[in-house]
């Protein structure tokens, strides 16, 4: 939670420049974006040996270089899954001291692999000045890794992180159809490069026009997407945007349009008009024939629109039942319809009664309590069972802020301070970095009990994990027998 200093200090730093801002960004945790991935130098460091594995037999040690695989360089993860899928294994190693030797490795069956891990690699640098660029519009203080502007095809292709594609150079394009890296998720915003180039803050950037038409011919698929800043790249612009990316379906599989995010952090940074309610309610009503007859014509909806949109306009975000596989979750396009996707399991483990009264209180942004209605309404139907819904302002961000990811442990501590009545506060998992549960404001979920002294927990999944998050809580060990809903079966067969 935010101390009285740490506000304080954080408002008397708020006109520091945007250079000063992405100075905080440790240069040496990226690869310039002037550099050809492909061109990097071979070699990557051994960092875990599974125990019994064909790298184990075959001598390898954690720390080791791994320089190549059958003549091939091993520059990173991606070229070590490559060339390591290969039966038979000539491996090019480096010990410690850097003393060379050959290591090889034959498999027995198309199941074997060679148990190895290595490090992650290091991600290249963008090039771009988006003008709604997140990291443009941080406060300071938050978590570290925040600060830092990755744009890397490596890790479109292995995690789905988008990326605005200005920074590949010939190599890479040619690795990426060599190696077959599909499908990639790319930024395309405005099909009018001079538009395209405003916002990414580029007077100069290899034309989208060109990385589609390569994509196409050696067919890498991709999702895309258009962060749209209303006046600049929408109305007939997205239009022309929409025509061009649909003309290269299937190569593109689809296309998420995101409102963009503005912080109250932008001293320095371009004027734009921000997605409110009104902007938001006449922009679903004017696109709404469009997207309708791109789903007749394609059989699906390949141009997608965000959830969000359809919280600030105050309306129910979209059912995707008939298309059950969402490619742009992460963007946020059918989260609502995912989250009640289990609803019918979530009803099922609910029981008719608690045998003790339980009062929840649901920390949440200031656009989901709609969200949450249908769940809270179940949960009311379990006797004892109390939940009360606590719309969180994101002081941090400013108030524009309102979506559950950029929660902050500060905020969320404000607002359990002020309701403190409650056996348990639960949040939105997705506020939480997943592997050490922090923050964006680098507060850990850990700091946030020990800072209020309550039962706090994440919601990490859909509505099942919603009331199986309560019963987990609510249902005490001395309470628990056998009953006939879904988490006391499932406690009774683990215990
Ligand atoms: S591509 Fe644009 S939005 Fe993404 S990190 Fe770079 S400047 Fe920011």
């Known amino acids: 939670?935010?101390?009285?200093?740490?506000?304080?200090?954080?408002?008397?730093?708020?006109?520091?420049?945007?250079?000063?801002?992405?100075?905080?960004?440790?240069?040496?945790?990226?690869?310039?974006?002037?550099?050809?991935?492909?061109?990097?130098?071979?070699g990557v460091r051994i960092s875990h040996v599974m125990s019994g594995s064909l790298g184990e037999?075959?001598?390898?040690?954690?720390?080791?270089k791994l320089v190549s695989i059958n003549g091939k360089p091993i520059r990173d993860t991606v070229d070590f899954y490559f060339h390591g899928a290969d039966d038979r294994l000539t491996i090019a190693m480096e010990d410690a001291a850097g003393n060379p030797r050959k290591v090889s490795i034959r498999k027995e069956t198309?199941?074997?692999?060679?148990?190895?891990?290595?490090?992650?690699?290091?991600?290249?640098?963008?090039?771009?000045?988006?003008?709604?660029?997140?990291?443009?519009?941080?406060?300071?203080?938050?978590?570290?890794?925040?600060?830092?502007?990755?744009?890397?095809?490596?890790?479109s292709f292995l995690q789905g992180s988008y990326i605005t594609g200005t920074n590949l150079k010939d190599s890479d394009l040619e690795r990426i159809a060599s190696q077959r890296l599909s499908p990639l998720y790319i930024s395309t915003h405005a099909i009018d490069e001079d538009v395209r180039k405003y916002l990414l803050g580029l007077k100069k950037a290899r034309p989208i026009?060109?990385?589609?038409?390569?994509?196409?011919?050696?067919?890498?698929?991709?999702?895309s997407q258009i962060v749209l800043c209303p006046g600049v790249n929408d109305g007939a612009e997205l239009d022309r945007t929409?025509?061009?990316?649909?003309?290269?379906?299937?190569?593109?599989?689809?296309?998420?349009?995101?409102?963009?995010?503005?912080?109250?952090?932008?001293?320095?940074?371009?004027?734009?008009?921000?997605?409110?309610?009104?902007?938001?309610?006449?922009?679903?009503?004017?696109?709404k024939p469009r997207l309708a007859a791109i789903e007749k014509k394609f059989g699906h909806p390949i141009a997608l629109l965000a959830d969000e949109w359809y919280l600030i306009a105050g309306l129910k975000p979209p059912s995707y039942t008939r298309y059950p596989d969402l490619p742009q979750l992460e963007n946020g396009v059918g989260m609502v319809y995912h989250f009640y996707k289990d609803f019918a399991e979530a009803r099922k483990a609910l029981p008719a009664k608690l045998p003790r009264p339980w009062r929840v209180a649901a920390v949440t942004s200031t656009l989901s309590p709609p969200v949450l209605e249908k769940i809270i309404e179940l949960c009311h139907q379990c006797e004892g069972l109390r939940i009360d819904v606590y719309p969180t302002v994101n002081t941090v961000f400013g108030e524009t802020i309102h979506v559950?990811?950029?929660?902050?442990?500060?905020?969320?501590?404000?607002?359990?301070?002020?309701?403190?009545f409650y056996d348990q506060y639960l949040l939105p998992g997705n506020c939480l970095r997943k592997y050490d549960e922090r923050f964006l404001?680098?507060?850990?979920?850990?700091?946030?009990?020990?800072?209020?002294?309550?039962?706090?927990?994440?919601?990490?999944?859909?509505?099942?994990?919603?009331?199986?998050?309560?019963?987990?809580?609510?249902?005490?060990?001395?309470?628990?027998?056998?009953?006939?809903?879904?988490?006391?079966?499932?406690?009774?067969?683990?215990?």
């Open 441 to 495: 404001d680098d507060l850990t979920l850990s700091d946030l009990r020990q800072q209020t002294g309550k039962l706090i927990t994440p919601v990490l999944g859909g509505a099942l994990d919603f009331v199986e998050t309560i019963l987990e809580q609510a249902i005490g060990a001395e309470h628990r027998t056998p009953g006939d809903h879904v988490f006391l079966k499932k406690h009774w067969a683990n215990s």
């Open 242 to 287: 929409l025509d061009t990316l649909l003309s290269f379906h299937p190569t593109v599989q689809s296309i998420a349009i995101v409102p963009l995010g503005m912080t109250k952090w932008r001293d320095g940074l371009p004027d734009l008009k921000p997605v409110d309610r009104t902007y938001a309610k006449a922009f679903l009503k004017g696109l």
């Open 209 to 223: 026009i060109e990385v589609l038409q390569f994509f196409k011919k050696h067919r890498i698929q991709m999702h």
């Open 57 to 64: 037999r075959g001598g390898i040690l954690v720390g080791e």
């Open 1 to 42: 939670m935010a101390t009285e200093a740490s506000e304080t200090s954080s408002s008397n730093k708020r006109n520091t420049t945007l250079r000063e801002r992405l100075a905080r960004a440790d240069p040496s945790l990226t690869v310039p974006a002037s550099v050809a991935v492909a061109e990097l130098p071979p």
């Open 110 to 155: 198309p199941e074997d692999h060679l148990g190895l891990e290595v490090e992650q690699f290091t991600t290249q640098h963008c090039g771009c000045a988006c003008v709604f660029c997140f990291v443009h519009q941080l406060p300071d203080n938050m978590r570290k890794s925040l600060y830092v502007k990755d744009e890397d095809y490596r890790l």
């Open 404 to 420: 559950t990811g950029l929660l902050t442990g500060s905020d969320i501590g404000k607002t359990i301070k002020h309701a403190p």
